[in-house]
């Protein structure tokens, strides 16, 4: 069964800490892994676009990896900051199809 | 990257009442568009998909009588919420991918308050 599981559910963190998520996978075959960002009572927005073939790809303080033997990937996000405060959802398409994750809610508190 | 656009981003109706949420794709041509429920501190729950021109498939639990889709054109799809009760209260969110269908670019939101 093709699954999308996020860790955690939820975390709070303080201000100027780095924080990293979880995001594992059993989709296949599999086409591409992105990140969402989406602040409450707003529409996702995408951080990151992660290939079969790139294990590392960054966005500012955003930092998403991919190791797609073991089917996962992480967020890192660095010096977190208040507006950090969000749902970050893990969607992995494949086979023409979505997969979303439950998400992770952070908040970054000061 | 390509825009999404859904209309109304908020609106207040009267149960029973029927409420149409807009889902436009502004600079690609859509073949598919996704629409996702959320309620509060919750994850997206897909509700149905659909495909240009054929009709929307609904997830297991969907009423497709009540959330009534359609996706006419390649840029346009909409969700109607009818005879619509406080329940149905709720964030609602579509989503389209183009003919490569390797990315969904999301639309900024319904909030649908019923009372």
């Known amino acids: 069964k093709n699954q999308v599981e996020q860790s955690p559910q939820s975390l709070i963190i303080l201000e100027g800490k780095n924080c990293t998520l979880q995001?594992?996978?059993?989709?296949?075959?599999?086409?591409?892994l992105r990140w969402y960002k989406q602040d409450t009572g707003r529409g996702p927005v995408s951080l990151t676009i992660?290939?079969?073939?790139?294990n590392t790809k960054s966005n500012g303080r955003y930092t998403a990896t991919l190791d797609a033997d073991t089917k996962q990937s992480s967020l890192h996000i660095t010096a977190s900051q208040l507006s950090d405060s969000a749902s970050y959802i893990c969607?992995?398409?494949?086979?023409?199809?979505?997969?979303f994750g439950t998400g992770t809610s952070l908040t970054v508190i000061p | 990257g390509a825009v999404v656009s859904q209309h109304p981003s908020r609106v207040i109706c009267k149960s029973g009442t029927s409420v149409k949420i807009e889902c436009r794709s502004l600079?690609?041509?859509?073949?598919?568009m996704f629409w996702y429920r959320q309620f509060p501190k919750q994850s997206l729950m897909l509700m149905a998909t659909?495909?240009?021109?054929?009709?929307?498939?609904?997830e297991q639990g969907v009423e497709k009588d009540k959330f009534l889709i359609n996706h006419a054109s390649l840029t346009l799809s909409t969700l109607t919420v009818t005879s619509a009760h406080p329940e149905d209260s709720s964030f609602y969110i579509c989503?389209?991918?183009?003919?490569?269908?390797?990315?969904?670019?999301f639309g900024q939101g319904t909030r649908l308050t019923v009372v």
């Open positions: 659909s495909n240009e021109g054929s009709k929307a498939t609904y």
């Open positions: 600079d690609f041509q859509a073949t598919t």
């Open positions: 992660m290939t079969f073939s790139e």
């Open positions: 995001c594992n996978y059993t989709v296949s075959p599999f086409s591409n």
């Open positions: 989503s389209a991918a183009g003919t490569a269908n390797t990315e969904a670019f």
């Open positions: 969607v992995v398409n494949g086979g023409n199809q979505f997969y």
